[in-house]
């Protein structure tokens, strides 16, 4: 009964959290996980939970293509969770983990929107469901400040992310998803593959290729809708 009663609390505060990160800037989520350091354990719980019921993690996706790169490649894993990429892919290829919190040595602590790297250093940045924060643009083109020219970057992000209010059909999807790919166009990542295959999730894969002026004045930020997990 008590077991019970702590998970139904634990799904409640994973929910609450969840919806704090989706709904508030970076800076904020920064905050909150410094203020309580323990909110991250409960989050990352929660979340390993959700996604374990999903036929497919996006994580080991990723995995699978990077292993493809040349050894070496330099890997930035954005909001890396428990660091899978890293402590899958080191020391063969060289992957910086970046996160709000550590939780275990391969984790940096960043706010994906201003991370510890110089320009033009990565062959490869990830964005495995972690584009959270209403400010998460920024997240994108710290991305392309430290991707190399022509670097890539694959984003995964929950399907329902893309839907517009009135709910999840396809078509309003497929809406969302071709707002989200104009908007990375507009700050300089053109599309190379994309896969909504997945129940679950969509996959992105963009290259970083040089800006025209044009372009430049005509910057829009992406707009994702907040993934709400449902009650346990
Ligand atoms: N990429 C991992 C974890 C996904 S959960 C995986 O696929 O397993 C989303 C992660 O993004 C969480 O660990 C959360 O703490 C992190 N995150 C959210 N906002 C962030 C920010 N501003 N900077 C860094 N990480 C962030």
Redesign the pocket.
């Given at each position: 009964m008590q077991a019970k009663f702590r998970a139904k609390l634990e799904s409640g505060q994973f929910r609450w959290l969840n919806e704090q990160?989706y709904t508030k800037s970076?800076e904020d989520?920064?905050k909150l996980?410094a203020d309580t350091p323990k909110l991250?354990d409960v989050?990352?719980k929660g979340?390993e939970l959700q996604?374990e019921k999903w036929p497919l993690?996006?994580?080991n996706v990723i995995i699978k293509r990077l292993k493809k790169l040349p050894e070496k490649s330099s890997i930035g894993?954005?909001?890396?969770?428990?660091a899978?990429i890293a402590r899958t892919l080191s020391p063969k290829w060289i992957v910086h983990s970046?996160?709000?919190?550590e939780t275990n040595e391969f984790v940096t602590v960043?706010?994906?929107?201003s991370v510890p790297l110089q320009d033009q250093v990565l062959d490869v940045a990830?964005?495995?469901?972690?584009l959270?924060?209403i400010d998460f643009h920024r997240?994108i083109e710290e991305a392309r400040r430290v991707l190399k020219p022509n670097g890539l970057l694959i984003v995964?992000e929950v399907k329902s992310r893309f839907g517009n209010e009135a709910g999840s059909s396809e078509e309003s999807m497929l809406g969302g998803i071709k707002e989200f790919k104009r908007s990375l166009g507009n700050i300089g990542f053109k599309l190379e593959q994309e896969d909504t295959s997945n129940t679950m999730f969509v996959m992105f894969q963009f290259r970083k290729i040089e800006l025209t002026d044009k372009k430049q004045s005509n910057q829009q930020s992406a707009v994702l809708k907040a993934c709400i997990y449902k009650r346990r």
């Open positions: 990160l970076s989520a920064v996980f991250f989050y990352h979340f996604v993690n996006p994580v894993d954005f909001g890396c969770g428990n899978l970046f996160d709000l919190a960043a706010n994906s929107a990830v964005f495995c469901l972690s959270m924060g997240f995964a």
